[in-house]
């Protein structure tokens, strides 16, 4: 009789195998939506994928979002885009540098130098 039930952990190991099978490039930001019922009692959370991409910071995430911006005709994105692509393309020798200084100055124990270095990448990628 209860041989044949599954353990929770085989059903979110399916669960996995199925997801892994989708584009995940495709795919969302993970949101959750809670209600409530009228008196309280009940609560239900719902977690789902938004239907917008989702935002990569690199050059290629970058590169897929202006295609979809451009198959959508969201032309103003994709000049966003676009102006985002160029300007990390042209800041990324600079961020290499930073990078490799910051490693070193954690290394070393340099954090008040350290800190400087990671307000000047954020900005170079923002």
């Not at 989702?54 to 966003?80: C, H, P, Y």
């Not at 954690?106 to 350290?114: A, L, P, Q, Y």
Request: hydrophobic share 30%.
């Amino acid at each position: 009789m209860f041989g044949n039930r599954k353990n929770f952990n085989d059903i979110l190991r399916m669960f996995d195998d199925m997801s892994s099978q989708l584009d995940s490039s495709q795919l969302g930001q993970w949101k959750s939506e809670t209600r409530v019922s009228e008196d309280g009692t009940i609560k239900v959370t719902s977690f789902y994928r938004s239907s917008e991409p989702k935002t990569s910071k690199g050059s290629n995430g970058l590169k897929r979002q202006l295609e979809l911006a451009i198959e959508n005709e969201d032309f103003e994105k994709a000049v966003e885009i676009r102006d985002q692509i160029r300007k990390m393309e042209t800041n990324q020798e600079t961020i290499s540098k930073l990078e490799e200084e910051l490693k070193q100055t954690i290394n070393d124990h340099n954090f008040e130098r350290s800190i400087e270095i990671r307000d000047e990448l954020k900005k170079l990628k923002s």
